[in-house]
């Protein structure tokens, strides 16, 4: 990965600097291309404790009622510190009646943005499934090695409590959750659809990518599967803290609002900090 960006640099020196740039170009970039090339993604390394364990899913044969191991439930405060928790959970596709895009701005940045979807199988009963970077012990994440196939993919299915809170335990952390109209049935389909890819994962792993297989990008990828007319790849897709934006756009908002105030109606950082611990979390932040 250095000389990725040594040999330009010796490159743009000259002289002889230049010359021992065109040598090592020449003997080492072949064997790095191939070894990028059959570089596979791997499921058995040292992961990270949040990321250790992955989604085990078994769906009914008609559909209706779907088992997760691993769904994800842990108490986060503090910097960084956690309480541990992975549970078992059956949900009955019958009772799946909401859909809300999660966006959460990185650092403040009015183009960069984590995404996530939350699952609504009634009030209190709420999935998130985010699809993300699993990270390595001693690993961190970063934009330019997320192109270089440094990354597996994961898709993270956890309780509201559990992806809001961490998300939020930062004073300064913004954290919109955009309720989106849709009919049960697209709700379901788009549900299943993710669950069975990250069953998928655990037997055919995937390379995370910066640009083509990121949280946003990815997420959809997967609604394009479930809609008549396929969302074109843009602006507030490739700068996704923009999505809520798109999602007003296409009028899949379920809000009256415009779009300056659905935002600030649906920013709920605040609220999830103050009621992190309250029994009804998801309704009382969304009061």
Request: hydrophobic share 40%; proline share 4%; charged share 25%.
């Amino acid at each position: 990965m250095v000389l990725f960006f040594l040999v330009p640099w010796a490159w743009t020196r000259g002289g002889r600097w230049r010359k021992v740039a065109g040598i090592c170009a020449a003997i080492v970039m072949p064997w790095m291309v191939l070894a990028y090339a059959f570089t596979k993604p791997r499921a058995d390394l040292q992961w990270q404790v949040h990321c250790s364990r992955t989604p085990q899913v078994r769906v009914d044969d008609d559909g209706g009622r779907v088992e997760i191991r691993n769904v994800r439930q842990f108490k986060w405060h503090g910097r960084g510190g956690f309480d541990p928790s992975w549970t078992f959970q059956t949900y009955y596709m019958d009772q799946l009646q909401s859909l809300d895009l999660v966006v959460e701005p990185l650092g403040g940045s009015e183009y960069f943005a984590h995404t996530m979807l939350s699952f609504g199988f009634g009030t209190e009963r709420r999935v998130v499934i985010s699809i993300e970077v699993r990270k390595e012990e001693g690993e961190s994440y970063g934009i330019i090695p997320g192109f270089y196939r440094q990354f597996e993919l994961l898709y993270q299915i956890n309780s509201e409590r559990d992806a809001f809170t961490l998300r939020a335990t930062r004073p300064d952390a913004n954290l919109y959750v955009f309720p989106i109209k849709a009919e049960a049935g697209f709700i379901r389909r788009l549900f299943l659809d993710m669950v069975h890819e990250a069953n998928a994962l655990n037997d055919r792993p995937q390379f995370y990518h910066s640009l083509s297989a990121n949280c946003t990008t990815k997420l959809f990828d997967h609604v394009n599967m479930e809609i008549g007319t396929p969302i074109e790849y843009r602006r507030e897709i490739l700068l996704p803290a923009q999505a809520g934006k798109l999602l007003h756009e296409l009028g899949w908002m379920d809000t009256d609002l415009g779009y300056r105030e659905a935002k600030e109606r649906f920013r709920l950082a605040d609220k999830v900090r103050e009621f992190s611990t309250h029994s009804e979390f998801s309704r009382i932040i969304r009061q």
